[in-house]
């Protein structure tokens, strides 16, 4: 193929990461990137912590732990290239009961094994150096990890996409993909790649493919620290992932820009750009509903479904999990902030698919599970994506 035209669906900062390493790696493209929205980055992308995850907690040998070690590196060299403000200030995770030591020293081992440096262990006293109002009996600093302005990110990528050649064209969602590329009848492709994050899998769907893992949104929502009560973090302070539970727990998170945010919960989004409780889309909460994994789901975890329903409806449950880790904060403290959804993908048999999930075909690529760390590890993937596709668009 001469100047193969390479279709990407989705303007997150995974498809256009992928545009950019496919642009570099492979000039004689025609890229061409599709975005529904008027901008790009507003989903997941833009909607995010803002955290430049070094790998800690990722199975080794896994996608996510060998693309986020790789992708933070990618990420910090490329915010340093094109004056991106970020900063690496460093995460405590914090043990406040005896039960979660024996996790963080696993934690710990896992974080060494997946090449991360500089990891160690802070006593109470050390904790309170580096984070004076943390409560804790043992802390793992992990000091690569940083902030960053992921939009910044993404506006940087579109305007080298677009200096460079490559099409990005926002206001156009894909609605219709007949085979062997036209899509929404009117634009041709030879390639197609499917980085279209919350609808992932029903892109696929209109290239043709089965959906067997299906995108179940899960909200995160975020309180904002008062002005006034900011000096209670002065970095990044997480709790101890339990293992029984699928997501990380709400932490304080230091913005790029100012401010203070704790959070996100996880809660089942009744639309999969469902942002509050009252964003209510039939189609999207039926195709949640009629999946039989949400329902095993469910079964598996109820304890935990509905305290996430209560927390998420109670401003002094929300503020009792960050107690934990800031003993001294108060309801009076926070204020309600954002939201955004993650798009999880679930097994039929309710398991969430933990690592990032790439399926091939001879002329498309499905992205159908890129939960974070993706936004991190963006460009890691885009490399990844290239890798798999480049003897194909020679
Ligand atoms: C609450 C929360 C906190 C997170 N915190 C972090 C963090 O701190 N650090 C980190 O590394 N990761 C974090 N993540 C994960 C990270 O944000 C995502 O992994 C990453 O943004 C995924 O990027 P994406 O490009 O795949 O998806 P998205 O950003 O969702 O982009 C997909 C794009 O596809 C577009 N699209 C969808 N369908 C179509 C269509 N039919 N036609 C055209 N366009 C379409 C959408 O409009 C969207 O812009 C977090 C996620 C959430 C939700």
């Given at each position: 193929?001469?100047?193969?035209?390479?279709?990407?669906?989705g303007?997150?900062?995974?498809?256009?990461?992928?545009?950019?390493?496919?642009?570099?790696r492979?000039?004689?493209?025609?890229i061409?990137?599709?975005?529904?929205?008027?901008?790009?980055?507003?989903?997941?992308?833009?909607?995010?912590?803002?955290?430049?995850?070094?790998?800690?907690?990722?199975?080794?040998?896994?996608a996510?732990?060998?693309?986020?070690?790789?992708?933070?590196?990618?990420?910090?060299?490329?915010c340093q290239?094109?004056?991106?403000?970020?900063?690496?200030?460093?995460?405590?995770?914090v043990?406040t009961?005896?039960?979660?030591?024996?996790?963080?020293?696993?934690?710990?081992?896992?974080?060494?094994?997946?090449?991360?440096?500089?990891?160690?262990?802070?006593?109470?006293?050390?904790?309170r150096?580096i984070?004076?109002?943390?409560?804790?009996?043992l802390?793992?600093?992990?000091?690569?990890?940083?902030?960053?302005?992921?939009?910044?990110?993404?506006?940087?990528?579109?305007?080298?996409?677009?200096?460079?050649?490559a099409?990005?064209?926002?206001?156009?969602?894909?609605?219709?993909?007949?085979?062997?590329?036209?899509?929404?009848?009117e634009?041709q492709?030879?390639?197609?790649i499917n980085?279209a994050?919350?609808?992932?899998?029903?892109?696929?769907?209109?290239?043709?493919?089965?959906?067997?893992?299906?995108?179940?949104?899960?909200?995160?929502?975020?309180?904002?620290?008062?002005?006034?009560?900011?000096?209670?973090?002065?970095?990044?302070i997480?709790?101890v992932p339990?293992?029984?539970?699928?997501?990380?727990?709400?932490?304080?998170?230091?913005?790029?820009?100012?401010?203070?945010?704790?959070?996100?919960?996880?809660?089942?989004a009744?639309?999969?750009?469902?942002?509050?409780?009252?964003d209510v889309?039939?189609?999207?909460?039926?195709d949640?509903?009629?999946?039989?994994?949400?329902?095993?789901?469910?079964?598996?975890?109820?304890?935990?479904?509905?305290?996430?329903?209560?927390?998420s409806?109670?401003?002094?449950?929300?503020?009792?999990?960050?107690?934990?880790?800031?003993?001294?904060?108060?309801?009076?403290?926070?204020?309600?902030?954002?939201?955004?959804?993650?798009?999880?993908?679930?097994?039929?048999?309710?398991d969430?698919?933990?690592?990032?999930?790439?399926?091939?075909?001879?002329?498309?690529?499905?992205l159908?599970?890129?939960?974070?760390p993706?936004?991190?590890?963006?460009?890691?993937?885009?490399?990844?994506?290239?890798?798999?596709?480049?003897?194909?668009?020679?």
């Open positions: 193929m001469s100047s193969p035209r390479v279709a990407i669906i303007g997150g900062i995974v498809g256009l990461a992928t545009a950019l390493r496919l642009q570099h492979l000039p004689h493209t025609k061409t990137v599709f975005e529904k929205e008027p901008a790009v980055g507003r989903h997941q992308t833009g909607n995010n912590s803002g955290v430049l995850h070094a790998g800690l907690y990722y199975k080794p040998g896994s996510k732990a060998r693309l986020a070690v790789n992708g933070i590196r990618q990420m910090l060299t490329f290239e094109h004056s991106i403000r970020h900063e690496i200030c460093g995460k405590l995770v043990a009961d005896p039960a979660e030591l024996p996790r963080l020293h696993d934690l710990h081992a896992r974080g060494q094994q997946n090449g991360l440096t500089g990891l160690h262990l802070l006593t109470p006293e050390q904790i150096e984070e004076p109002h943390a409560a804790g009996l802390a793992l600093r992990v000091p690569e990890e940083g902030i960053v302005d992921y939009q910044h990110v993404c506006d940087t990528m579109v305007a080298l996409l677009r200096a460079s050649g099409q990005v064209l926002t206001n156009t969602p894909i609605t219709k993909i007949e085979p062997t590329w036209v899509l929404n009848g634009h492709a030879d390639f197609l980085c994050g919350l609808h992932c899998d029903r892109v696929s769907a209109l290239a043709g493919e089965r959906r067997n893992a299906r995108i179940i949104p899960f909200r995160g929502e975020y309180y904002l620290l008062k002005p006034a009560r900011q000096n209670l973090v002065n970095h990044l997480y709790p339990d293992p029984s539970f699928p997501f990380l727990g709400v932490h304080f998170t230091r913005l790029i820009h100012g401010g203070i945010e704790a959070g996100p919960n996880a809660v089942l009744f639309a999969r750009e469902g942002y509050r409780w009252s889309s039939i189609p999207d909460l039926w949640s509903l009629t999946f039989p994994g949400l329902w095993r789901f469910l079964v598996r975890y109820p304890s935990m479904a509905s305290y996430e329903i209560r927390r409806l109670s401003l002094k449950l929300f503020c009792a999990s960050l107690q934990r880790l800031v003993p001294e904060i108060q309801p009076a403290d926070i204020s309600r902030g954002g939201a955004g959804v993650r798009a999880q993908a679930m097994l039929p048999n309710g969430l698919v933990q690592d990032f999930l790439i399926v091939e075909r001879e002329k498309a690529l499905h159908l599970n890129a939960p974070s993706a936004a991190t590890a963006s460009l890691a993937i885009g490399d990844e994506i290239v890798d798999r596709i480049a003897a194909r668009l020679t």
